[in-house]
């Protein structure tokens, strides 16, 4: 007898496999980050088309396999349709993913950083913020979440206003990280911190970061 499961997520990354096929990574709040295979997703009458996308986040249900899970409905709440015409945001977007593959596992409780890839996919959607804040608290969030925030070093000269936002990045709730701006000059404290607690707790290069960073 066959065996559904489902989850609630969002889609970190699809791969075509195939003629038609599809293989997505899923960021869940019930199991992890899992892959399940999307066949005949790619076929322009499927129904799986937009929604085996990046970005794509809803409820996925799936026949559970004894080695893969297997794809067979799917209701997207969210396209994130904002990013997928901005270049920029785009890419942004991209690189989260990318971060989120690397910092989750499966059948881990991954609620908090699918929270934080949600709220701050919103945040780069909207444009009162500046992509290059959004990002700097996704990256120390993420540092956070992953409970390695390493506080905030008492060596560095740092203004006032940029120790209280790192504070307030790693433990406020996550609904209200992106409600504040900072000033130019806190803006560069914060990458930089961002950039230093990535580099040390990450071992490989992304490569939407690239193109960022050349932007």
Do not use: C, W
Not at 71 to 85: G, H, K, P, T, W
């Amino acid at each position: 007898m066959q065996e559904f499961v489902t989850v609630t997520g969002i889609i970190i990354k699809s791969e075509n496999i195939g003629e038609y096929d599809r293989r997505i990574v899923i960021l869940t709040k019930e199991r992890g980050k899992i892959a399940a295979f999307a066949k005949g997703s790619r076929k322009p009458t499927s129904m799986l088309l937009a929604a085996t996308s990046p970005f794509s986040y809803g409820e996925f249900k799936m026949f559970e396999g004894r080695t893969s899970y297997n794809l067979m409905e799917v209701n997207i709440q969210n396209y994130f349709e904002a990013l997928r015409e901005d270049f920029e945001g785009a890419y942004y977007g991209m690189y989260f993913l990318e971060l989120m593959d690397y910092y989750t596992r499966e059948n881990n409780d991954e609620v908090e950083f699918l929270k934080l890839l949600y709220q701050s996919l919103r945040a780069l959607s909207s444009n009162k913020l500046n992509k290059k804040l959004v990002r700097s608290i996704f990256e120390i969030r993420a540092v956070a979440a992953g409970g390695e925030f390493p506080g905030v070093s008492t060596e560095e000269r740092l203004q006032e206003s940029t120790v209280y936002a790192i504070e307030h990045i790693a433990f406020s709730p996550i609904e209200k990280l992106y409600t504040f701006t900072v000033s130019d000059e806190v803006l560069e404290e914060l990458k930089k911190a961002a950039k230093k607690y990535q580099g040390r707790f990450t071992d490989r290069k992304f490569k939407s970061l690239e193109i960022i960073d050349n932007l």
